[in-house]
């Protein structure tokens, strides 16, 4: 087994040939920030169960393997990749691909975007944008353990979309991340930049899927700024193969008056590890956090939330919930922390868990740090198996067990299904949970 100090002097060996990769990008102001993160990671270890944000997940599985940087692997043919069975469909969205975390332009869509939007990739900007790069990247989001320092190091590629003030994007933007190796235990580290302007409005799903033969590893850092009075919905769905490691840290600031809803959807990984945070930097600001998790077989899912109340005036909503069979785990550890002088804030929490084995395990632990005397603060938490008395009821009109089990699961998710403003995109979803969960599909009709 490798230990962390291992793992650790293993990607430090790897950076100076990655920096022959970047192909004159060595002068960017962007790479200053890796050299950085490089020196960052080689004072740290990685997480572990002795660290109270992550004594529920153990990530040894992820260290027995030494990961390459996909920017370090062999060139993958992708003249024959085919991308439809992995996009999310029946809606116009602008798309941008991105495989094994490299930006793939010809197969990418992104034609007729509102005049002023850049929206492209973090690769082709570092090289004809880097100031404006430089302007956002990495003031967002801070470093908080080896895996965000092992990001920035490595950042080679990720979507980046930059709205003006005054803007609606009419049409959501699909962001498709796949991966597939069957040489190499490759390491994909997205770096995604959102920055939304002024009085702005966009819907942008990120969809990570994965067919991989081998093991690989996912490990994402997503910044996104709301403007003043902006709106923003960010869907997330994570639909990787069962050989696969997923770590993101997604890290919202949000100025006056916007609106932040993130959508979580979690239905692929063998360990999955998701950060989910904003600051309420101004009054007067909305933030809802959405997610949904289903495990099985002996996967584990680890959903941690953290919404900042730093300014008066402020309102936050989460609502998660997670569906467990057979020898999986879930976590959900949600924070919510009010400020001193953060007066009316009003936030509440909610999370869900069903069991649908005996051998599942759930651990949630809501967390409220306030530190304001005008505020309205609650959390709640349920763990329990599927409504015994409801499945009766079902069943003694004649609907079969298999059935009667279903319709009491798409009862359950629909909670949080229902939030999604895409009504293809819902469906899908919908059809999502019974495929993962081998259950059979209950529809609208």
Not at 407 to 434: C, G, T, W, Y
Request: proline share 3%; glycine share 4%; hydrophobic share 40%.
């Amino acid at each position: 087994m490798q230990t962390h100090k291992n793992q650790i002097e293993w990607y430090l060996d790897k950076f100076s040939f990655f920096e022959s990769k970047l192909n004159g990008r060595l002068q960017s102001p962007i790479h200053q920030i890796r050299r950085n993160a490089i020196e960052q990671l080689a004072q740290m270890n990685f997480p572990s169960t002795k660290n109270e944000e992550w004594k529920f997940t153990n990530v040894s599985p992820i260290l027995n393997y030494n990961f390459i940087p996909a920017v370090n692997a062999d060139l993958y043919d992708i003249s024959n990749l085919k991308i439809d069975p992995y996009l999310l469909k029946g809606f116009d969205s602008h798309l941008l691909v991105f495989f094994n975390g490299n930006f793939v332009r010809s197969l990418s869509r992104l034609e007729e975007l509102p005049k002023g939007i850049i929206l492209d990739s973090l690769s082709l900007l570092e090289k004809e944008n880097p100031e404006l790069l430089k302007k956002y990247i990495n003031k967002i989001s801070s470093i908080d353990n080896a895996f965000n320092a092992l990001n920035t190091a490595f950042a080679y590629d990720g979507a980046v979309l930059i709205v003006p003030d005054n803007v609606v994007v009419e049409k959501p933007i699909q962001v498709l991340f796949l991966s597939e190796s069957t040489q190499e235990n490759l390491l994909n580290q997205p770096r995604n930049l959102f920055v939304v302007g002024k009085n702005s409005q966009v819907e942008i799903i990120t969809n990570y899927q994965g067919i991989s033969a081998k093991e690989y590893l996912s490990n994402i850092v997503t910044e996104i700024l709301v403007g003043e009075n902006s709106y923003v919905d960010l869907y997330k769905v994570q639909n990787e193969s069962e050989n696969s490691f997923h770590i993101e840290k997604v890290q919202a600031l949000q100025k006056r008056s916007s609106v932040f809803n993130h959508y979580n959807f979690v239905f692929g990984g063998s360990l999955v590890r998701n950060d989910i945070n904003s600051l309420l930097d101004d009054e007067g600001i909305e933030c809802h956090f959405y997610g949904l998790y289903l495990t099985n077989k002996k996967r584990h899912v680890d959903n941690h939330t953290f919404v900042d109340h730093a300014k008066p005036n402020c309102m936050s909503n989460e609502l998660y919930k997670g569906i467990m069979d057979d020898q999986s785990r879930g976590v959900f550890n949600g924070k919510i922390l009010v400020r001193k002088g953060a007066q009316k804030t009003n936030a509440y929490q909610s999370n869900k868990a069903i069991l649908l084995s005996d051998k599942a395990m759930i651990d949630t632990k809501p967390q409220l740090e306030i530190f304001a005397d005008d505020v309205k603060c609650s959390h709640g938490a349920a763990i329990g198996s599927l409504d015994e008395i409801s499945e009766f009821y079902i069943r003694s009109r004649g609907v079969p067990e298999d059935i009667a089990k279903s319709m009491l699961i798409r009862a359950f998710a629909s909670d949080v299904v229902e939030q999604v403003k895409i009504p293809e995109l819902k469906e899908q979803l919908n059809h999502l949970v019974f495929e993962h969960l081998h259950r059979k599909e209950i529809t609208n009709q």
